[in-house]
């Protein structure tokens, strides 16, 4: 059966592709047949008897979801368009919602999807700024966007009209103040929300590897700090502006950050950007020809989250989650994550560093279960642990096919001996086998 276009997510969150028409393995099958309770069908329209309420079961299934095409997950938010289609297309053309079988609501929104997946693409920028002094290449080519500076976004790119959409006023402050740098993202989608969210996935990769390069395994003291300030060296502007070719916003709408404070210095190498450029060219091109790729990106984009964050619990958080990520720990105990996190160190730095694990891992269940604060040197510890290990992902040392093989490999024994023992024993067994399968 091929695959489809429209799929599920697993409990780890990975798309799952029924096997077939019968497959609801998965499925958040209750969640389906609730918000079908809350649809009727009335003088020859589909209509939703309780607005407020379906609307949780909605963003339920929203999360649910997913449009994947060659492997690579889209926009969530299309992939539910499509099953909310293929439900009220359902009710409308049998007049009644008791007899729907969720599998021929799966084939009829896979056959929406896959319609949608054969439209043509149309271009787009967005526009937005960086806390950089200067754009260190004319332009830059990451997962199929084109990101240059622009001398000034007012001469071509406008923001949204005061008087159609209400502006934040600490967004106000920024646009007037700020001294990043304004750069345009060529971007390309079958729809606006794609055509977004593609260039924020390579902003944020962007970004996710210079923060790696400039703060790997740094470590900073503040004293007297009134606003917590983010890990990252590089961030970005608050407000972003979609636009089609012509100049014109899309919708004379934007995207902008709640969370957003206040603007941060201006980062500028001390030795210029020469080493830096050269270091994030070798990076992406180890992610794009990695076995992995795309869990690299979504690891990578994860951790420029976190580094972007100002709350320190939700950094903490952030990057506890790139932890069990990268060793392939997500939804497994505490004690997995920690032995494969240490596997790394030397047999004599083994206790210590997972104690510090496992002082770690109570910092995580006290912020998340008794709402604990955390505070930044949490974050530098997190931290600490990770960055090795995002070099050795990127340089694949191990020879792994994926992020499942390098948590397996971080199971082996720190013993050299044992380690050897085993060689002789895997050894013996090729021999034989080679024998008796001649």
């Known amino acids: 059966m091929a695959k489809k276009s429209i799929c599920w997510r697993d409990p780890q969150g990975r798309s799952y592709f029924p096997k077939n028409a019968n497959d609801t393995k998965h499925a958040p099958l209750a969640l389906i047949k609730t918000y079908i309770e809350y649809l009727d069908f009335d003088n020859g329209k589909v209509v939703i008897n309780n607005p407020f309420e379906i609307k ?4 339920a299934l929203q999360a649910s979801f997913a449009l994947n095409e060659s492997g690579a997950s889209i926009d969530y938010i299309d992939a539910w368009s499509f099953l909310n289609k293929a439900i009220c297309n359902k009710i409308q053309s049998s007049g009644q919602k008791d007899k729907i079988k969720l599998e021929e609501i799966i084939f009829d929104a896979d056959k929406l999807a896959k319609s949608y997946l054969r439209k043509k693409t149309k271009n787009y920028s967005l526009v937005t700024s960086l806390s950089i002094d200067k754009f260190p290449s004319n332009s830059i080519s990451i997962l199929g966007c084109s990101i240059t500076a622009l001398k000034s976004r007012y001469d071509y790119y406008s923001l949204p009209k005061s008087n159609t959409v209400s502006i934040p006023n600490n967004l106000i402050n920024h646009i007037e103040a700020t001294k990043y ?3 345009r993202i060529k971007t390309s989608g079958r729809s606006v929300s794609e055509a977004a969210q593609k260039a924020f996935g ?5 970004r996710g590897i210079w923060n790696f390069l400039i703060t790997f395994r740094n470590w900073s003291v503040n004293y007297g700090v009134a606003v917590p300030k983010p890990l990252g060296a590089i961030a970005c502007s608050p407000i972003h502006t979609l636009h089609y070719p012509s100049g014109k916003m899309v919708n004379d709408s934007y995207w902008y950050a709640p969370s957003y404070m206040d603007d941060i210095t201006l980062y500028k190498p001390k030795s210029g950007w020469k080493r830096i450029e050269r270091d994030r060219h070798y990076i992406a091109g180890k992610i794009t020809y990695s076995p992995y790729k795309s869990d690299l990106v979504y690891v990578f984009r994860r951790y420029c989250d976190a580094l972007d964050a100002t709350n320190t619990n939700v950094a903490f958080l952030h990057l506890w989650g790139v932890l069990e990520k990268i060793t392939d720990t997500v939804g497994a105990h505490y004690d997995t994550t920690i032995k494969r996190a240490s596997w790394i160190f030397s047999k004599k ?10 002082a770690l891992r109570i910092k995580r269940n006290q912020v998340v279960h008794a709402g604990h604060d955390t505070h930044d040197q949490i974050l530098y510890l997190i931290k600490y642990f990770i960055d090795p290990h995002l070099r050795l992902l990127i340089n694949n040392i191990f020879e792994v096919r994926s992020l499942s093989e390098y948590g397996k490999f971080l199971e082996s024994s720190t013993s050299y001996g044992v380690l050897k023992s085993q060689r002789k024993q895997v050894e013996l067994a090729m021999k034989i086998r080679r024998s008796w399968d001649r």
Do not use: G, M, V
Not at 56 to 59: A, D, I, Q, R, S
Not at 202 to 206: F, G, I, T, V
């Open 56 to 59: 949780k079961f909605e963003t």
């Open 181 to 183: 740098t304004p750069i």
């Open 202 to 206: 390579a902003l944020d990769l962007l």
């Open 349 to 358: 730095d083994q206790p210590l560093t997972r104690e510090i694990l496992q």
